[in-house]
T-cell receptor
Framework: NAGVTQTPKFQVLKTGQSMTLQCAQDMNHNSMYWYRQDPGMGLRLIYYSASEGTTDKGEVPNGYNVSRLNKREFSLRLESAAPSQTSVYFC?????????????FGPGTRLLVL | SQELEQSPQSLIVQEGKNLTINCTSSKTLYGLYWYKQKYGEGLIFLMMLQKGGEEKSHEKITAKLDEKKQQSSLHITASQPSHAGIYLCGAVYMNYGGSQGNLIFGKGTKLSVKP
């Protein structure tokens, strides 16, 4: 099993450009998450999907959209990138979203917005 | 999040020494996770604590949750270079409606182990 995979690993964008970060998991998990990690801020939840067909806002959803394409895939889209969105983005998944199941994380996507 | 404070922010220890990292919450925790992150990689789950006074160990790493469920400590015995990385605590709180909230992370503790 590959676990949680993310593409791309690195990306440089100009302000105003758009892009989609891809995430896939092969563990048959129901819940998926997108986080961003910034120095001094820790990990913050952007959006999550408790199950296929549902998505909900997390702590910092502004400037992002998500799509739960199917059970395996959960994408994060930046419609008009801003320098404030320079960050490391992590995708995670868990079996049901309950406390007893841990979240498994992908390796991250490093995004630089100029 | 200001609800969750980790200390210290960074730590440099000599190989073989013991160390402790703390995670303090401003309110009662429903559950507490510990993760480890290496540079350029994702988070690796270490342990999850839920009951007051609970203690779990994995190899040379022990995590405890205090009786009041507001503070957790992560203790590494006889540290090795392989222990180096960023340790993050993650907390789950109960919402006002009684449902389980989302995972909230501390800012992390960067651990360096000198050979």
């Amino acid at each position: 099993n590959a676990g949680v995979t993310q593409t791309p690993k690195f990306q440089v964008l100009k302000t105003g450009q758009s892009m989609t970060l891809q995430c896939a998991q092969d563990m048959n998990h129901n819940s998926m998450y997108w986080y961003r990690q910034d120095p001094g801020m820790g990990l913050r939840l952007i959006y999550y999907s408790a199950s296929e067909g549902t998505t909900d806002k997390g702590e910092v959803p502004n400037g992002y959209n998500v799509s739960r394409l199917n059970k395996r895939e959960f994408s994060l889209r930046l419609e008009s990138a801003a320098p404030s969105q320079t960050s490391v983005y992590f995708c995670a998944s868990s079996l049901t979203g309950n406390l007893q199941e841990t979240q498994y994380f992908g390796p991250g996507t490093r995004l630089l917005v100029l | 999040s200001q609800e969750l404070e980790q200390s210290p922010q960074s730590l440099i220890v000599q190989e073989g020494k013991n160390l402790t990292i703390n995670c303090t919450s401003s309110k009662t925790l429903y559950g507490l996770y510990w993760y480890k992150q290496k540079y350029g990689e994702g988070l690796i789950f270490l342990m999850m604590l839920q009951k007051g006074g609970e203690e779990k160990s994995h190899e040379k790493i022990t995590a405890k949750l205090d009786e009041k469920k507001q503070q957790s400590s992560l203790h590494i015995t006889a540290s090795q270079p392989s222990h180096a990385g960023i340790y993050l605590c993650g907390a789950v709180y109960m919402n006002y409606g009684g449902s389980q909230g989302n995972l909230i992370f501390g800012k992390g503790t960067k651990l360096s182990v000198k050979p």
